[in-house]
């Protein structure tokens, strides 16, 4: 009866040892893939903020083709103009804000 139960608790004792070893193998597992991966989504992440750099430059170049052909244009009002002009302005200062951020991050990628 006693080696039963030395049995029993060696039996149990390898279960636990097994299923230990089986929940390491699975964390090693998932880490490695998850260090494959971790590159795979930061050029991910990279690539849809330059496509959004880039959207956002092309619709900013649109609307300053925009502004200057309504404030050049012959059937304006020029009390409309005057408010174009000020659009313009404060678009080419948001423009050249993005292209001194643009200018400094690209030094701090050096």
Known sequence: ???MEMGVECLKMI??????AQDQLYNRICDEHAIKLQPAHQKLAQNQVLAAISNQECSM???????????SASDVDVTVKAKIY????????????CDYHDSCSEEWQL
Do not use: G, P
């Open 15 to 20: 279960r636990k040892l097994l299923e230990n």
């Open 86 to 97: 000020e659009c313009m302005l404060r678009h080419q200062t948001y423009q050249s804000k």
């Open 1 to 3: 009866m006693k080696n």
């Open 61 to 71: 170049n649109k609307i300053q083709a925009v502004l200057n052909n309504l404030h």
